[in-house]
Every structure is written in C-alpha cells, then in structure tokens.
C-alpha cells in the first residue's frame, strides 16, 4: 500500500526546489523522503545569537523540510558497475564525498548504490559515447524493502511493535557483557525499556536496575563456551530452519562458511539439534547478547579481523530477529559491536558483504559516544544506522594517588628543605630516589644515573640527580593535572552536582574564541586575580612560583603551594567551588561583578546556556531514539 510520488529536482540547495518539496510535504500526507541528490543541504542556527560568530558555539540542526521524516539517501554511483564489484572500498573518493559523507550532515540514512554508469552509443566523428545510468534491481530492491520497513515503523501502532536491543560483549567473556565504551550500557538498556514501556510498546517484567537485568542474562546460555551445555536458553533455531535460511545466501558466501567453521552442528552453540540464542523476553521486546565473530581463537583479535567470516551461531541469531521473531528494529547499544566489522566493502554494500546479509534492510539505530565519530561513520556507511549520540562520561583530574602521592609529597619536601637544612634534603632525595627505583618509575621518566653519574658526596648531588627530580616534579605535575573519565554516563541523565562541576570545568578549560565567554575559565580566573600576564594556567610547569598569592587562593587548599603546577590545581579546585555555588546552587552571581568580572560573565554564560544544553542533551538521547522508532526523523547530532 505504499504509493510512491516521483519529483524531478536540480538540487536540494536550490531554494526553488526545495520550496517545492516544502510544498508537497505540507499537502501530502508523505511519510519517508528517498534522496537521490548528493552534497548536504542543512542549516544551522546558534542557540546563542551574541556569539554566533564563534564556531565552538553549539549548533542546532535546522531542517529544511517542513516535516520530520526520514530521509534515505541512495547513491547513484559516479562508476561502472564493474569498478563497484571489483573495488574493495565500494566507492570512489568522489563518489563517497559527495553522496555519503556531506549528506551524513543532513542527518540522512545512508543506504546503497542503486545505479551505475554505462557507456551507450558512441559517436566517433565528434569523439563523444553517451553515458546512462543502469539500474542495479538487487540494491534497489534493498532499499525499497528498507522504505517499507521505516514507513511500517511510522504507520504501526507502538504496542505492535517488537523492538531488539543488543548488548555488545568484546572480548566474549561474561564479565564483559554490555561493555560500550564510556557507557553504564545495563542501566541505560533499562532506562530505554522504561521509554519504551512509557510509550506503550510491549514491555514487561522489566528488571529496576542494570545488574538485575545483567543477572537475567547471566541466568542463560550467554557467549561462554563453559556454559553453553547446562544453562538454560529461551530462543533458539532449528536447524532444519536453519539451512533454508542458509541456502538463499550467494553460493560464495555458503562455501567461505563452511571452509571456515564447517557444519553447524561443529558450532559450540549447537545444541540437540537447535541453534542457541543468548538473550531474554521482556514482554515482546526482545534483550540480546550479540554473538561472537568466532571462536577456538584469539577472541579479541577477532572482533575487528577483516577477513573472518561469521560463524553459523552468528548468522542465526540475526536471522532469528528478523524472519522468525520478525523484529521492527534493532538497536545496538554502546560503542561499539562487531557487526559493522564484517568482511566487505567499505561503503556501498554489495548482496555478498557481510553486513548486509546479517542485518539485510532492517531500521537500524545506534547509541553511540559522541567523541568517536569515526567509528559512528563505520556503522552508518555499512548497517544503515541511524547515531544517537549520547554525552562522554564525566570527566576530572587525575589526581595523585598511592605511591604517586608519597612521592609528590617527599618532592614537596625536598624542595622547602632545598638550601635550609642539608641533611634532610640529603635524606629526601635518597628517599625519593630509592622509591624511584622500587616503583619502575624511572622507566617512565628517563633513564636512571649511570654509577659514575651519582655523586659519593651526599652534600655535593650530581646533576643528573636534579635533573631526575625535576623531571619527577613535571611528571608528577602532568599524572595530577590530566583529564580522566570518572564513572560511566548513562543515557538520558547527567551525573551528580560533584561529577558535573568537574565536568564543567573540563569543559571549560580551553579557550575557544575571543570574547570573555569562550575564554578558558582558568585564564579568565587569572586575570581577575591579577596573576602575571605571562603565566598559562594550562602549562604543565614545575617552576617556583613567584609571583602573588591572593588569599582567595591560599584558602582552597592545604596542600603545599610551591610551583606554577600548583597555582593551576588552586585555580582548578576553585573553579570547581565556584560552579558549584553559583551555577549549580544557584548562589547570586551579583557578588562576583566586582571582584572578579571576567569570571562573573562567565559563570552567567554557562548558567544560562552551558548548563542546560548538557540537560537538552542528555534529554533528547531518550527522545531521537523514541522519535526515530516511530519513524521519525532524527535530527545530526541527535
């Protein structure tokens, strides 16, 4: 019942076309655009208008079509059909820049390459051969299985729907199950049944927390070969099944199986003449294990390897989800799973890439890290996937700890006790130069004193000796001052005030353009307390600190305050104590006009437009995934 309306354009970027299209979507009841046109054709708009010109501001997506639908970008290829076959990256680099990579922008679901080139008549008097297009059926007739199934998503009532969400598991061990990257994936895989349940798909039995719903899981055939024979398992494939689906794969793909893995019953998930699927029933919606890429290997080397082919297990699995349970979509969570690694082309799939026979024209969405774009391109390019992304993990300094921390702490030591009392600087740097070598430290910082190197006199210390410690003193500064992930983000939510002024302040660090606001806050902080105009509070500089001490500085630590490192530590935690009274608090900003204005700016710019960007985001990384499987369209960035 689909009715297709055909619309000859020159170019999305040509106002004239595109108020046509606007002018169809507004008359027409159309739920799904198929694009054919290449280069991308979105705008931007700055949520803050005073400084639009800065290009670190955030951006919102700006649709120019006056519906939110989804939009499916097909490639008409620049190539031969036989370049395409032959040519392992699927693409030209023209081809690939113009109808993949800037149309991305846009937001659109990049599908397959539909058509190519092929030379017609040729005409030698005037050294010309006619050039047409060449429908390529096979790949047509992909993408239009993928329209039908988006429009289903969009015309289907919710409670009808049957929903997969897949957990990644690299490596193939138990503990690693739900393991996206910088993802607490348990708990957002409950957060999302719960999203779903709110909007009436079939969701039940739902688990309250991510480590009950991991034990479930745990409580069947996962991917550990140790368990495969005695736990239970609540889906599987008959073989019998099995082979039907197996033989409608191309004869190439069949053979290059059995070569590598043999007969099916050879697969460790083979069981009483079944095929187990790890995963649990939740209501109809459908919690999974992604299976392995191999095994009898190195699990981990497998997981990105190029080459190898998918075992049985691997292909039953997906082919369970779609023509057995017959799902309506499937969502991967977490940075990343295996199944945009498989063997075939970069971009433009072909019916023997392996991806496409594993996921074939299934809607496809994908909550990813947002700082890994590459990565998100592989699983656009090659299943159809629609990004969500989701924020980074909070993030704060380092610090020092342990070992570390005894260490900074003789070296603080040493250097007040340097020129005023010799024999305990003597005494500290045996001290530290000892723990140096208990700890391997020394590896890490330059090679130790050869013997004759090391001073007998313990008044007279060689200069290799001060140079080691000055390297220590940096060392120690650069491990305290480095950014790090604390916890995991966890989708839909922002961590707690503590993790978020830290993460704030991350976020704030580096100057980004030239009015007050988009100066690091540290540099901003700097100059309000009058420290010299040659100090970079970014530097990792062990130098004596001599310049002023004001005494805001002197009370937000106990610690010892001896060198530039550590006026950027008190700038840092003072930073912190700032955005936390006066953003997060919501503390008057009025008292800091006076004494410290450039900061004062600041902290409005970030109460007012920081802060609840970071809450929008973390909002909308529930609501594109919700929109886009009631075929909706999800906007870049989403």
């Not at 120019?64 to 939009?71: E, G, N, S, W």
């Not at 620049?78 to 699927?90: A, F, I, K, L, N």
């Not at 007969?263 to 003449?273: A, H, L, V």
Request: glycine residues 4%; hydrophobic residues 40%; aromatic residues 8%.
């Amino acid at each position: 019942n689909i009715i297709p309306l055909t619309v000859a354009i020159t170019s999305l970027k040509d106002q004239a076309s595109l108020d046509l299209i606007n002018h169809l979507l507004q008359h027409v009841a159309i739920q799904l655009i198929v694009n054919t046109t290449g280069f991308a054709s979105n705008r931007h708009q700055q949520q803050d208008k005073e400084h639009a010109y800065m290009s670190s501001e955030p951006l919102l997506y700006d649709s120019p079509f006056v519906r939110d639908v989804p939009i499916l970008q097909v490639i008409l290829a620049s190539t031969v059909e036989s370049d395409w076959q032959t040519h392992h990256y699927g693409l030209r680099s023209r081809d690939l820049a113009m109808q993949v990579v800037l149309p991305e922008m846009d937001g659109r679901i990049i599908t397959r390459a539909i058509s190519f080139k092929t030379m017609q008549q040729a005409y030698p008097r005037c050294e010309f051969q006619a050039v047409s297009y060449a429908l390529q059926p096979d790949r047509a007739a992909f993408v239009a299985e993928l329209a039908q199934r988006y429009l289903q998503l969009a015309n289907k009532p919710n409670h009808k729907k049957r929903i997969a969400l897949i957990l990644a598991n690299y490596p193939t061990k138990d503990g690693r199950i739900g393991n996206g990257v910088g993802l607490d994936t348990p708990t957002s895989c409950v957060t999302l049944l719960r999203a779903l349940q709110a909007a009436h798909y079939p969701v039940s039995d739902l688990p309250e927390t991510g480590d009950e719903l991991l034990q479930r899981l745990l409580a069947v055939i996962t991917n550990n070969p140790a368990n495969l024979h005695y736990l239970p398992c609540w889906q599987s494939l008959a073989l019998d099944v099995y082979w039907q689906y197996f033989q409608t794969l191309p004869q190439a793909n069949q053979q290059a199986i059995l070569n590598r893995w043999g007969q099916p019953e050879n697969d460790p998930k083979y069981r009483q003449g079944r095929l187990m699927l790890a995963g649990i029933r939740l209501g109809e919606t459908f919690v999974g294990i992604q299976p392995a890429r191999g095994f009898e290997r190195d699990l981990s080397a497998n997981y990105h390897d190029p080459d190898l082919v998918p075992p049985h297990s691997y292909l039953a699995f997906y082919f369970w989800l779609r023509h057995v349970y017959q799902v309506d979509a499937i969502v991967h969570i977490g940075k990343h799973g295996n199944l945009e690694w498989l063997p075939g082309k970069s971009v433009a799939l072909s019916a023997q890439c392996w991806a496409d026979i594993v996921l074939g024209a299934m809607p496809h969405f994908y909550p990813f890290i947002v700082n890994d774009p590459g990565e998100g391109a592989q699983a656009k390019r090659r299943t159809q996937a629609v990004i969500i992304d989701h924020l980074m993990p909070p993030m704060t300094r380092a610090e020092s700890y342990g070992e570390l921390a005894d260490l900074e702490q003789l070296v603080d030591e040493y250097y007040q006790a340097l020129g005023l009392d010799t024999g305990r600087e003597d005494f500290l740097r045996e001290q530290i130069l000892a723990q140096l070598q208990q700890s391997h430290l020394l590896e890490e910082i330059i090679s130790p004193p050869s013997n004759n190197q090391t001073s007998n006199n313990q008044n007279q210390p060689s200069l290799a000796d001060e140079e080691l410690l000055n390297e220590l003193d940096a060392y120690l500064c650069d491990i305290k001052e480095a950014q790090i992930r604390h916890g995991l983000h966890r989708l839909g939510e922002l961590p707690n005030d503590d993790k978020l002024a830290d993460t704030l302040v991350a976020l704030l660090r580096l100057p980004r353009g030239t009015t007050v606001t988009s100066q690091g806050i540290l540099h901003n902080l700097a100059q309000d307390l009058n420290l010299p105009d040659d100090f970079d509070p970014l530097a990792i500089n062990a130098q004596t600190w001599q310049a002023n001490r004001p005494q805001i500085l002197q009370t937000i630590s106990e610690q010892v305050w001896r060198t530039d490192a550590d006026t950027r530590e008190r700038l840092e935690l003072f930073a912190k104590n700032l955005i936390q009274r006066f953003v997060l608090a919501k503390e008057a900003l009025s008292e800091l006009a006076v004494s410290l204005p450039r900061t004062y700016q600041q902290l409005h710019y970030v109460r007012d437009h920081l802060q609840p960007m970071l809450q929008d985001s973390a909002k909308r990384e529930i609501q594109a995934l919700i929109a886009g499987l009631s075929g909706q369209f999800v906007p870049p960035g989403a």
